[in-house]
């Protein structure tokens, strides 16, 4: 049979043959998380995704899709992945060199000095939502400043997981409510009939209270926290990263070339790059005790000792060795290879997303939705609906809003609703709650960057929690959803968004 005739043969999915993968999906997930919990995301839910993606397979087999378009759909859909991969590779080497040059040990220093177990929390997510604001993105805010803060954690005796609730809260404020976030600048662009700025001013109407809410949590919870710190023991983690790094303004130096590289609006990649290479070579000028521990190789002259070391903190990660064991596991940590993990994670899911779209399956599994969405607060209780399944069946938060954005578009046009209704349901809905999914790969990200397991740091994730609730609970009051004039043509609306290229995980992330 030729390719013509197997194409010919393909039949529409019925509504049980995309349903069947999902409940696989769902029941695999939640075997591996009763078997092996927190830990499944070392491989368990890695192995539940792939089996699913081989199921969803078997049924677009049955509807008459050649296992060779099926095969090609699941490499197309990793390839989506690469430039979050890469991202994902580089945060790696990023941790790595900027342990070794002493950039994080310095932001640590002086973060336990100045900040207060009473006032952490609030004070880390409002940091974390300016450097988002900064950056444009969630993923380079919790792969830097957020890293430094989690490790400051159990110096300061405040909890680790909350911490990293609080970073991710600030991260993702920081990231919608900037002209420089991919996601804020994409979401206007699919939707159509509303620009960037019409955007971020709808954003503010659901973002602010969310963020206000999660920031007065946060204070009450660093209030009447039972700080475990024992007495002594941050003097005494001061007095060992001082006898270990060289601490100096300097050191920040790295953190300020990515920040300006952010600015400049330089791909993602190159600028976490440019930020690890600069953070490996400074360290060979101001850290050279450090650099000599590392290499471990009295045989090397200092000069072939650095590339050692930079070499070795990029690709396996910094090894600290002070004899402080709690100073020592704080900074011992990242490379490339830390990633993997993750990187498997990421794989797994985008190739069973992929299957599905290939199939029909995700387009099956929303018609029954749109149908049923008779009221203006139904359809924008089904844009919220479709964006977090998407999040959770299609692990990918690109998926997550561009799907939304393009099936709903035209459904908000003929209703005349404001497009800027649609695209803050989307980007309330689609962006922030990726990261509350372990198998999403922004959820994967902040495992893997900031090594506390999703599962732990979801419940004060308050941010992400309450930005979904308060945009669906607008959308059934009818609160800031407005209609258009009779006359208001959506041109905009009308037409579809011209140039996208393939999506890349992590970039306004």
Known sequence: MNLLEEEATVRPPSFLDALIPVIVLITLIAISIALFGIDATEGPLQVALLMSAATAALFARKNGHAFAQ?????IGGVST???AIFILFAVGALIGTWNMSGTTATVVYYGIKILQPEFFYPAVAILCAAIGMVTGSSWTTAGTVGVAFIAMAPVLGVSTEVTAGAVISGAYLGDKMTPLSETTILVPKLVGGVDLYQHIRALMWTTVPAFAISVAVFVVMALVADVSAVP???DAALDAIDSAFVISAINLLPLILLVVLCLRRFPPFMSIMAAALFGGIMAAFTQHDAIRAFADDPDLSYFFASIKAIYASMATGF?????????DSLFSRGGMSSMLTTVWLIL???SFAAIMEHAGFLNRLIEPIIE???TTGRLVIAVAGTAIGLNIIAADQYIAIVMPSRIYRLEFQRRRIQPQVLSRTVDDTGTV?????????CGAYMTGTLGVSTFNYFPFCFFN??????SIAYGLTGFQVKSLPPDDALTGAQQEPKGLRPLTEGEGA
């Open 372 to 374: 049923r969405a008779t």
């Open 70 to 74: 099926i095969s090609d759909a699941a």
């Open 465 to 470: 929690i309450l930005n979904p609730i308060i």
């Open 81 to 83: 992945a690469m430039g």
């Open 232 to 234: 002594g023991q941050k």
């Open 319 to 327: 090894i600290l060795n002070t004899g402080v064991e709690q100073v």
């Open 348 to 350: 797994g899911a985008l």
């Open 433 to 441: 709650t990726s990261v509350l999914i372990p198998w999403n790969s």
